[in-house]
């Protein structure tokens, strides 16, 4: 049978912590869906259609990987999509007890879908795209952690918005 996993997040913007996270699980499922979620509960910095233009181009070399963005609740879009799996990076302890409480109850929704956590390459521990928006903002360079559309997409909306 076709296992599908998904793989949701806010992605605002998509990093090379993340592509570490999705180049993982491709080699455990037939097919990874990165979910773009549209309600996150975070003021998103790039717009839905932004985001997932981004995520798209960044992981376009991946086999296996498709790129939706999705409304409501996360596990109603697993369903539609067929996936049983979903895919959670944990960087560090602190991620813990936000993510456990993320399973927990995306399992109380749905009890079909299960979390499986993976962890990123050492190098993205520390990690993370509000660290990414802020540090390019104030002119550092990190092009090790961002794909070249994602750094290119920073600087533009930089300058429109300098
Ligand atoms: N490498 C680098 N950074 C990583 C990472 C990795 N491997 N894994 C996570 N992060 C970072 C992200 O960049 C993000 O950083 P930020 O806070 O600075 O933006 C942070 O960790 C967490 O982001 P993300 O993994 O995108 O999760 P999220 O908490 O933003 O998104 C959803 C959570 C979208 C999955 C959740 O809100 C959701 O499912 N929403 C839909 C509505 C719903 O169903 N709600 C009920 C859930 S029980």
Do not use: W
Request: charged share 25%; aromatic share 8%.
């Amino acid at each position: 049978m076709n296992s599908v996993a998904i793989y949701p997040g806010t992605f605002d913007p998509i990093t090379n912590g993340h592509i570490d996270i999705l180049l993982k699980a491709s080699e455990v499922f037939d097919t990874v869906i990165l979910a773009v979620a549209e309600n996150s509960g975070k003021n998103s910095y790039f717009s839905i259609e932004e985001r997932t233009k981004l995520c798209t181009i960044a992981t376009k070399d991946i086999p296996r990987v498709q790129v939706k963005s999705f409304q409501g609740l996360v596990v109603d879009f697993a369903k539609t999509i067929n996936a049983s799996v979903m895919i959670r990076g944990l960087r560090a302890v602190s991620d813990f007890e936000y993510e456990l409480q993320l399973a927990l109850m995306n399992k109380k929704l749905c009890k079909d879908i299960n979390t499986m956590f993976l962890v990123p390459d050492s190098k993205y521990l520390y990690l993370s795209s509000s660290l990414i928006k802020q540090i390019t903002q104030l002119g550092g360079e990190l092009d090790e952690f961002i794909p070249l559309c994602v750094k290119e997409a920073l600087n533009n909306k930089h300058k429109i918005l300098d």
